[in-house]
C-alpha cells in the first residue's frame, strides 16, 4: 500500500487511520509505504512514531506524484500494489474486495474503486477510466448518482490512481509510471500502455473510497491546467497509433483548440495553451519512447465537448447528480 503525500495535514492522518484498518482485513501480510513530498526528516520521524508499521520516506522537494508512486513501489515488495490518494478514506473491506478481484485470473493487471465526492457521498467521483477516440481521458460515471453504476465487478478502460490496485507484473512488464508526468494522466498512460500489452482492468462497486478531489492543486488552478495540457499531448505521443491519430487528428486538434479558448475566455487563463505547447514540443521525443509497443485498442465513442463542460460542472456543483 502505497499513500504519496504534499502537505495534507489532518487530511493525511485520516486517510492512513482508515488504511490501518482495511489493511488488517487483508489476507496474508500487508505494508504501508508513505511517501512525504517536501517533507523534512522532523516530518519523517513524526509519522514513523505514530503509525509504526510504516515506511516513511521523506522528499525534500516536491517531486511530483508519479516520481513518489515509483519511489514507493521500489521500495515495496508486495505481488500487488494499492495507491490512495493522501486527501481519500478508504472503507474496511475495499483493499480486501479490490485484491479478491485481481486474483481472480491471471491477465487482470489492475482494479478499479468506487470513488465517491466526499461532501457529495451520493454521488460518484471515478468508477473507473474511460479514453475515447480523441484521446480525451475521464473518470468513468462522473457526477452520476450512485444508482448509475453496476452493482457486480465489470471490465473497464483503467483505474484511476486515487485509489487502486495494480499487479507488479504488469507494471515490470510496462515500464511502470512516467516519473516525468510529474501529476496528472499519469494513470492513463499506465492503463492505455496495459491494455495494449493484453491486460485487462476490474471495477469493483463494491470497493468505496470517499475523496476530497482536487485537494492539493485546486481543480481550476494554473498549475493543474497546465500539467494536463502538457500530460494529454504526450500522451497521444507515446499510446496512440498512427491509424488513430489520421482519422481523429483533426478532432483532436478541434477538441484542443475549443478547450483552450473555452478556459481562456471563461477562467482568464492561458496555462491549457502553454501546457499543450511545451507537449508539442517534445512530440517527437515521446512518440520514440511509446515506438514498438503501441498497437490499435478499443477506445470509446467521442464524448466531445459537451461531455467535457458536463464533467467540469461535477467537479464544481455542490450536488451534480441532480444536474
Known sequence: MIVVSYRKGELLEQCLFSVQEALRLVNGPAELVLVLNEATSE????????FAHAVVIAEPANTGFSAAVSLGIRRS???????????ATVEPEAFARMLAAGVSAGDIGSVASQMRFFDRPETINSAG????????????????????SEVETVEVFGASAGAALYRRAMLD????????????????????????NGWRCLYVPAAIVSHHHSATLGHRSGQKYYLAGRNR???????????????YGLGMLTYDLAYVAFVSLRRGKLAPL???????REWKRYRRAGAGARRPIPLARVS???????RGRAWMSPNPAKR
Do not use: H, T
Request: proline share 1%; hydrophobic share 50%; with cysteine.
Open 233 to 247: 499531448v504526450r500522451l497521444l505521443a507515446k499510446n496512440a497509433d498512427a491509424a488513430l491519430l489520421r482519422r
Open 304 to 310: 466531445g465537448l459537451r461531455a467535457a463542460l458536463r
Open 173 to 196: 512488464e510496462i515500464g511502470s509510471f512516467d516519473e516525468s508526468f510529474f501529476a496528472y494522466l499519469e494513470d492513463v498512460d499506465v492503463a492505455w500502455r496495459a491494455r495494449m
Open 77 to 87: 515488495k508486495g505481488e500487488w500494489v494499492a495507491l490512495l490518494n493522501d486527501d
Open 43 to 50: 516530518d519523517e520521524r513524526d509519522f514513523a512514531c505514530r
Open 129 to 148: 477510466i474511460v479514453v475515447d477516440r480523441l484521446g480525451v481521458a475521464s473518470d468513468r460515471l462522473l457526477g452520476q448518482p450512485l444508482s448509475a
Open 274 to 280: 502553454r501546457g499543450r505547447i511545451a507537449g508539442l
